[in-house]
């Protein structure tokens, strides 16, 4: 019978230089920030917390809003604690810019060099009753390399409290600073706020102007004659 010790002992480095080759990263959102919807209600569980980027070479605006999704890379997520009202997680940076999180939908491939966003969220599809919030603080961004002999001296923290007034959000409102979206919420915010979609209009709605201006265009050509 083979010896297991040496075979153990191998995990134990492997694992050890896992470690060593790894920038631990603390994310989220503290006790007491307020989170609200655009209607002012408070967000609750039902949100999905993201913490990721955009793929390389796309910028997201409100123009191409339909291709978020499809570019987003997940770098971790979590749940949001509705008792406690906050919610945080630790995650390691490895040393290829991946990410250790074993959360679901987690990205397998390098963040390296990208910039680092917070993505809160009901609904992946930008649409009336969706409500999102996009944004980052500017020295958000996830290394471009990372050491390959000794860990970093230094932990990452990212929170939501964090956004400055300088910093527009791409979505949703965060401290009385705005980006695009739509807000029923008018009042002071020291928070963060997420922003909903103008809805389309409904077939029914378009039957109605079509008729409008076709009964227009007649009025005006008999004017005319």
């Not at 290394?143 to 949703?172: F, Q, R």
């Amino acid at each position: 019978m083979k010896p297991r010790v040496p075979v153990l002992a191998a995990v134990f480095v492997a694992f050890s230089t896992l470690q060593t080759h790894a920038q631990t990263l603390n994310w989220g959102v503290p006790v007491g920030e307020v989170l609200k919807d655009s209607n002012g209600d408070a967000i609750d569980d039902t949100y999905v917390f993201e913490l990721g980027a955009f793929a390389l070479n796309f910028d997201p605006q409100e123009s191409n809003v339909g291709e978020w999704l499809t570019h987003w890379r997940v770098f971790d997520s979590l749940v949001y604690d509705t008792n406690f009202g906050f919610t945080t997680s630790s995650v390691f940076i490895l040393s290829d810019v991946k990410s250790n999180s074993t959360r679901p939908g987690v990205s397998t491939g390098s963040f390296a060099g990208l910039n680092a966003f917070i993505w809160v969220r009901k609904g992946d599809q930008p649409v009336a009753g969706s409500e999102w919030f996009v944004g980052r603080a500017i020295d958000w961004t996830f290394p471009t390399t990372a050491d390959p002999c000794c860990p970093p001296s230094t932990t990452k923290e990212w929170s939501v409290s964090d956004l400055g007034p300088g910093e527009i959000p791409e979505w949703g409102r965060q401290n009385n600073v705005t980006g695009p979206g739509v807000s029923i919420f008018t009042g002071t915010l020291n928070g963060l706020q997420t922003h909903t979609f103008i809805p389309e209009p409904s077939s029914s709605l378009l039957l109605i102007f079509g008729t409008a201006g076709l009964v227009l265009v007649r009025r005006r050509s008999a004017i005319v004659r």
